[in-house]
């Protein structure tokens, strides 16, 4: 079984029953967002998280041993990962003495449950790649299996958003909209898609959780990027296109099809995305935190 290492911050406050929030750290290394722009989402989501009455805690795999909650020497170390680690990789990362290994969605959502920390945040979250019936994210499992509420800004847009709705339908994940009515598409505040559910209140979402059905199901709450930083769906739509056929061209396949594409986008917007996924995580952390202090 999972048993990571927490940082004597998260410890504390755990045991004061304070509000933490778990945070993954892919986006924070270089596969997630291109240096030094990773370092400023990681400066900006930990902010926010104080700021609104938490305790960040970041999670990684350092020298095989998983770890929720990082020094400042570590989270260096976290810049420069280039070894995602996903829920599946877990056991192998601490197995094999992986020195660093950046978490997942997935793995991140194990983490956190595995430290009795019930509120997630990400930027967007994975799910079902377009053209493929098999080519599923773990991200969609581990939120159905995992009784924790992840905060996300949608699922990342190139993906097939109708079916990774679906998908989380089947899974038996209640998916909400904060304060919104509209599925989020990561760059743009609505994919056209409704969400089931609208929240508009912490203690709500918090309630969610506490009510659900099945024991081991977590809850998914998308936050609309906020409007001045959103990217016209015209715009990135086209971008979109150009970069998955350029993907297809160039036969990426499986986890490195995000990579190429988040890479692919940042250049055809003349850099417009980092800003955006700069803004858009920052705002999923302070909401994150929000819910993590009601929760407490």
Same mark, same amino acid.
């Given at each position: 079984? /999972?048993?990571?290492?927490?940082?004597?911050?998260?410890?504390?406050?755990?045991?004061?029953?304070?509000?933490?929030?778990?945070?993954?750290?892919?986006?924070?290394?270089?596969?997630?967002?291109?240096?030094?722009?990773?370092?400023?989402?990681?400066?900006?989501?930990?902010?926010?998280?104080?700021?609104?009455?938490?305790?960040?805690?970041?999670?990684?795999?350092?020298?095989?041993?998983?770890?929720?909650?990082?020094?400042?020497?570590?989270?260096?170390?976290?810049?420069?990962?280039?070894?995602?680690?996903?829920?599946?990789?877990?056991?192998?990362?601490?197995?094999?003495?992986?020195?660093?290994?950046?978490?997942?969605?997935?793995?991140?959502?194990?983490?956190?449950?595995?430290?009795? /920390?019930?509120?997630?945040?990400?930027?967007?979250?994975?799910?079902?790649?377009?053209?493929?019936?098999?080519?599923?994210?773990?991200?969609?499992?581990?939120?159905?299996?995992?009784?924790?509420?992840?905060?996300?800004?949608?699922?990342?847009?190139?993906?097939?958003?109708?079916?990774?709705?679906?998908?989380?339908?089947?899974?038996?994940?209640?998916?909400?909209?904060?304060?919104?009515?509209?599925?989020?598409?990561?760059?743009?505040?609505?994919?056209?898609?409704?969400?089931?559910?609208?929240?508009?209140?912490?203690?709500?979402?918090?309630?969610?959780?506490?009510?659900?059905?099945?024991?081991?199901?977590?809850?998914?709450?998308?936050?609309?990027?906020?409007?001045?930083?959103? /990217?016209?769906?015209?715009?990135?739509?086209?971008?979109?296109?150009?970069?998955?056929?350029?993907?297809?061209?160039?036969?990426?396949?499986?986890?490195?099809?995000?990579?190429?594409?988040?890479?692919?986008?940042?250049?055809?917007?003349?850099?417009?995305?980092?800003?955006?996924?700069?803004?858009?995580?920052?705002?999923?952390?302070?909401?994150?935190?929000?819910?993590?202090?009601?929760?407490?």
């Amino acid at each position: 079984m /999972i048993e990571p290492i927490l940082s004597d911050d998260v410890t504390q406050a755990l045991a004061e029953h304070r509000a933490v929030v778990a945070l993954e750290s892919t986006i924070f290394s270089n596969l997630g967002l291109p240096a030094p722009a990773n370092a400023d989402a990681l400066e900006l989501c930990k902010q926010a998280v104080r700021e609104h009455g938490a305790v960040p805690a970041v999670a990684a795999v350092l020298d095989g041993q998983a770890h929720v909650g990082l020094s400042p020497d570590e989270e260096k170390r976290v810049l420069q990962g280039t070894r995602k680690v996903a829920e599946r990789d877990l056991a192998v990362a601490q197995a094999q003495g992986w020195g660093v290994g950046v978490t997942t969605v997935s793995a991140t959502v194990a983490l956190a449950h595995a430290a009795g /920390i019930p509120v997630f945040a990400t930027g967007g979250i994975g799910g079902v790649h377009r053209g493929s019936d098999l080519d599923v994210s773990a991200d969609l499992d581990a939120i159905a299996n995992h009784p924790v509420i992840t905060v996300c800004a949608g699922a990342k847009a190139f993906l097939d958003l109708p079916r990774t709705l679906e998908y989380l339908e089947t899974a038996g994940v209640p998916v909400l909209g904060w304060q919104h009515d509209w599925f989020p598409a990561f760059y743009t505040r609505s994919s056209g898609l409704p969400v089931p559910h609208r929240v508009d209140d912490e203690r709500m979402v918090c309630d969610v959780l506490r009510f659900r059905a099945r024991p081991e199901t977590g809850v998914l709450l998308t936050v609309p990027i906020p409007v001045d930083d959103e /990217i016209p769906a015209e715009r990135i739509d086209a971008v979109l296109t150009a970069a998955l056929e350029a993907s297809a061209r160039a036969g990426v396949v499986g986890p490195a099809v995000t990579p190429y594409v988040l890479a692919r986008i940042e250049k055809e917007t003349d850099g417009q995305s980092i800003p955006a996924n700069l803004a858009l995580a920052r705002n999923n952390a302070a909401v994150a935190a929000r819910i993590a202090v009601a929760n407490a």
